[in-house]
């Protein structure tokens, strides 16, 4: 590798790191962060439906831990889990 390359390969190392220990992030790294584009984003900030900050009145910033727990909300159950309930409940005779 050249030397050129391996300062290409650090840059990218040293902006991932940031990005992934940073707390509070801009439009375009929550976008990047959460996988969906920056149009999906705000349509989601004007319905209300995800937690984000305004302290200037236009630019919006999100927080990272809320945005994960954000993204985490809804857990849908799996096949395994619906199964162990099943046979919990017909091990109680069908009572709750």
């Known amino acids: 590798m050249s030397k050129e390359q391996l300062q290409e390969v650090a840059d990218l190392i040293a902006a991932n790191t940031l990005f992934c220990t940073k707390e509070v ?3 375009d790294e929550a976008a990047r962060y959460m996988g969906i584009s920056k149009s999906y984003l705000y349509k989601l900030t004007m319905r209300g439906e995800i937690p984000h900050y305004k302290p200037m009145g236009k630019m919006c910033y999100f927080n990272r831990t809320e945005l994960e727990a ?3 909300q ?3 159950v799996t096949a395994t889990e619906i199964a162990d309930r099943a046979n919990r409940y017909a ?3 069908g009572a709750i």
């Open 70 to 72: 954000w993204l985490q």
């Open 91 to 93: 091990m109680k005779g």
């Open 74 to 76: 809804n857990r849908c």
């Open 25 to 27: 992030l801009t439009s």
